[in-house]
């Protein structure tokens, strides 16, 4: 089960995981959050993915932009990065279930920053009870750029705006994304944030447009 984005990164680890195994691909829509022309550009690169592995793909795309408007109503702004990742697991879980996937594959890596540390990764980590893998962990940016020129991903991931987005359409940066993010949650915290959410997970997972790629 592989969380795939409109980046850089998860397209690369999606696609070594295909190489060693049976995929599943989702991908969290968090529109109207976005930059315009996301799903498009996923669609395009889970495309590019399955012609390198030379076998169709299935791919979920989940709408979770409900779940996105909640976490920002939340007053600890700090903690929004982790929460939204953690949704994300919750929903990557869900079709794991329904699947019968054994794990997830995820594009993180520690030479990122915010949501991505170690100690983060860890909180965000138990979340689920389903395996995590993270086949770029260890790699730096340079290699995993490497990686996307070579599967032909770079190029299709590169025409991304960047950032989150607010809901009429503008760059969020100082919205959606908070100014002095959380590098060192605490799982207390982050749990009874979620607590005090309306977070829908297998709502939406049985809302998902499923396509084949």
Same mark, same amino acid.
């Given at each position: ?51 390198? @592995? &030379?076998?169709? $793909?299935? =791919? ?8 996105? /408007?909640? #976490?920002?109503? !939340? ?57 995590? @893998? &993270?086949?770029? $962990?260890? =790699? ?8 996307? /020129?070579? #599967?032909?991903? !770079? ?59």
């Amino acid at each position: 089960m592989c969380l795939i984005s409109g980046g850089i990164d998860s397209p690369v680890s999606t696609y070594i995981a295909g190489k060693y195994g049976e995929i599943i691909l989702v991908f969290v829509d968090n529109s109207p959050y976005l930059p315009k022309g996301t799903k498009e550009r996923v669609i395009r690169l889970c495309e590019q993915i399955s012609k390198k @592995l &030379r076998k169709k $793909l299935k =791919l979920y795309i989940v709408q979770n932009g409900e779940n996105i /408007k909640n #976490i920002l109503k !939340y007053p600890e702004r700090r903690l929004t990065c982790i929460l939204c990742r953690r949704i994300m697991y919750k929903i990557a879980e869900e079709v794991a279930k329904r699947e019968n996937a054994q794990c997830i594959i995820t594009g993180e890596s520690l030479a990122q920053v915010a949501s991505q540390t170690l100690h983060n990764l860890s909180v965000e980590s138990k979340a689920i009870e389903i395996p995590i @893998l &993270r086949p770029l $962990l260890c =790699l730096d940016k340079e290699e995993i750029v490497r990686k996307a /020129k070579e #599967i032909g991903t !770079y190029e299709i991931s590169c025409t991304r705006e960047k950032g989150c987005y607010t809901e009429s359409g503008k760059p969020a940066c100082c919205f959606a994304t908070p100014r002095y993010p959380e590098t060192k949650a605490k799982k207390e915290d982050v749990e009874n944030a979620e607590r005090k959410l309306n977070l829908k997970i297998k709502e939406i997972v049985e809302n998902a447009e499923i396509l084949e790629v």
